[in-house]
């Protein structure tokens, strides 16, 4: 036995575990919502909603925010708490109380100064009245709104909606006095609004009561389809209140079509679903349908059990029409079981109730103020347009003057950014012309010159003449193409490496050609179409030469390598076999050596320059190579981009 409850018991404690976590979450979310009320006051009705629309349906927390609000005198989140509290008690069908939490939100609006806050107070107060079948205050209530709503020239879009609510509220007051299409009129009108704002429980509603208009004036089609429509929008915002309207609804259409097998189910999943959120306005409606189901069923018994618990509700609650109609069918249950004496009662009362609702009055003062409704608002956009038409003069006329400083104002900028991009470019091809100058004394430098010369003049001397007008010829191509190079910033990679290949051989003779020099390049590359900064080379092969060999005994070795691993770079790498970095700045040192680094200084300013037209910009990075934990050379990486900035604009 023991074992068996063990599992029930670790599951009474998760789910107290789950829920008192959640409700701390719950509590915790709340709290951190009324510090930010007590902090920073908001005015605005979403920015309030936003905070305790989680809690509105919680009656305590709403006190809570009502005491707190109060306390600091913050009158729009009064407001909002009572409004809370109203509808929550509205939905109980405790209308009395409602109407005085509703009334008590207009004060506390109206402390505010806040037309949101107002309008909201006075449309609630509305909707109980129209649920109560109270005509008068009911449209007196939704009809001030309307004016106040209509008043605003820069609606917010809490007054728009709640424009939407009126005409809504204002059409549901034509259906109980079957003006059906006053009705449709006002319930599209509320649609139109609603379409715009997204607002889907608007449009579910309207979608139910355009169907509700139809129905009534007989064209059953039409109305199931727009009760089927609400009963989708409700799905979407998961409404149980809206499932169980719509579904006594299409449950209704079922009734009329005497199609009783696929009304059924439908009223009973109604019926249970009211019961489930207990509201009695609801529940007295699925009441009254489902008697009205066993009358038409035979079921007389359980139609006149189900019909008075509905009379009882709507006579406890004052649900006028829901009298009128469970009279009616009373009525007419009486006189199926032949008590015609009864039948009779039920049917007069039946025509007392709607004869309070459906009075000649009635029916006038709902024109009246249909007229001055139409009136009010006609009068409302004429002001709005005549002030609409003012403020376009007036911003025609600052939009002149803003036109004429902007356009000076774009003048002298203009100027100006011509005349700093124009300064800028003549710094820049001043310090291109400054890069090519040294660049070309780096190349032409004067010991360079006479030692290549000085080597030749020795073959001559040895009477070596071969050698001597090999390597003349050798010095003379290297000179024009160094001349050459000098006139253009950039060179083919082919034509670069025929330079590179020249500058070795001259200089390997002063290294009695002990040097190994080796070009590889990647067979994809083409080197004709291939661009880099004309002699960017030279430097980096100079220091591989008398920084890395030149203190080297033997097997002195050069690789220099093209390849292309992205389709964005070229990448060149030049390794030597020297002495490292280390041991040639020991000696450098010595020798007081700044020439080099001036040269590659140089040749990094050239590199950026070149990559300014590119998509990306070049990288140089310096490796030691290291054997046996010694150093054994150098490796200089260089990628160069291939890929220009117009090409990716393309």
Not at 120 to 127: E, R
Request: charged share 20%; proline share 2%; aromatic share 8%.
């Amino acid at each position: 036995m023991n074992y068996l409850l063990k599992p029930q018991l670790l599951n009474l404690c998760l789910i107290f575990f789950f829920y008192s976590f959640y409700s701390s979450a719950q509590q915790t979310s709340f709290e951190n919502s009324l510090i930010y009320i007590k902090n920073n006051s908001p005015s605005l009705y979403t920015e309030i909603d936003s905070l305790f629309e989680p809690f509105e349906q919680d009656s305590l927390k709403m006190k809570r925010l009502l005491t707190v609000s109060k306390d600091i005198s913050s009158f729009e989140s009064c407001s909002y708490a009572l409004n809370a509290l109203g509808v929550i008690q509205r939905n109980i069908s405790n209308y009395d109380e409602a109407i005085t939490l509703h009334k008590e939100a207009e004060v506390y609006a109206v402390k505010a100064e806040s037309t949101e806050f107002k309008i909201i107070s006075l449309n609630m107060i509305g909707v109980i009245y129209r649920r109560m079948d109270v005509v008068k205050p009911a449209l007196d209530y939704h009809t001030e709104a309307l004016k106040i709503a209509y008043s605003v020239l820069e609606p917010s879009q809490t007054v728009t909606e709640n424009i939407a609510v009126s005409q809504n509220s204002i059409g549901n007051i034509y259906l109980a006095l079957k003006q059906y299409d006053l009705a449709i009129n006002q319930f599209n009108k509320s649609l139109a609004i609603e379409k715009s704002i997204d607002n889907k429980l608007g449009l579910a509603i309207n979608y139910h009561n355009i169907g509700y208009a139809h129905e009534a004036k007989g064209n059953l089609s039409l109305a199931l389809s727009n009760f089927q429509q609400s009963l989708d929008y409700n799905n979407m915002i998961n409404s149980e209140i809206g499932r169980v309207i719509c579904y006594n609804s299409i449950g209704g259409i079922y009734l009329k079509q005497h199609n009783y097998k696929k009304a059924e189910p439908i009223i009973k999943e109604a019926l249970n679903k009211a019961l489930d959120i207990d509201d009695q306005y609801y529940i007295s409606a699925s009441y009254l349908n489902l008697g009205q189901l066993e009358i038409e069923t035979d079921q007389l018994i359980s139609a006149e059990t189900h019909l008075k618990k509905a009379l009882n509700i709507a006579n406890s609650y004052n649900l006028k029409s829901t009298v009128a109609e469970s009279s009616k069918l009373l009525s007419k249950l009486n006189q199926k079981n032949n008590d015609f004496k009864t039948a009779l009662k039920y049917y007069q009362e039946a025509v007392e109730i709607e004869n309070t609702i459906l009075t000649e009055q009635n029916l006038q003062y709902v024109n009246d103020i249909a007229v001055q409704y139409e009136n009010e608002n006609k009068n409302n956009q004429i002001k709005a347009l005549a002030l609409e038409n003012e403020s376009v003069r007036l911003r025609l006329e600052r939009n002149k003057q803003i036109l004429l400083y902007t356009s000076l104002l774009l003048g002298i900028i203009g100027v100006a950014l011509f005349i700093i991009q124009r300064t800028k470019a003549l710094k820049r091809d001043k310090h291109i012309l400054t890069l090519e100058q040294d660049m070309l004394r780096s190349q032409m430098n004067p010991h360079f010159i006479f030692n290549s010369l000085n080597s030749i003049k020795l073959y001559i001397i040895n009477n070596d003449k071969t050698n001597a007008v090999y390597y003349l010829n050798k010095f003379s191509k290297l000179i024009r193409k160094i001349l050459m190079a000098s006139k253009e910033k950039e060179t083919s990679l082919n034509d670069e490496l025929e330079t590179m290949k020249l500058y070795m051989n001259i200089e390997n003779i002063r290294f009695s050609n002990e040097i190994d020099f080796t070009i590889t390049v990647d067979p994809t590359i083409n080197t004709e179409i291939t661009k880099l900064p004309s002699l960017v080379l030279q430097p980096f092969l100079e220091n591989s030469l008398w920084h890395g060999l030149s203190s080297k005994s033997n097997n002195k070795k050069i690789i220099l390598n093209v390849s292309k691993d992205s389709p964005n770079f070229i990448t060149v790498e030049i390794t030597d076999n020297g002495i490292g970095r280390n041991a040639s700045k020991k000696i450098n040192d010595r020798k007081r050596l700044e020439r080099n680094s001036v040269g590659i200084d140089i040749t990094k300013a050239r590199l950026a320059n070149f990559s300014e037209a590119f998509q990306n910009s070049y990288t140089l990075k310096i490796e030691d190579l290291y054997e046996n934990e010694k150093p054994s050379g150098t490796k200089i990486i260089l990628q160069i981009p291939t890929k220009l900035k117009t090409q990716f604009i393309n």
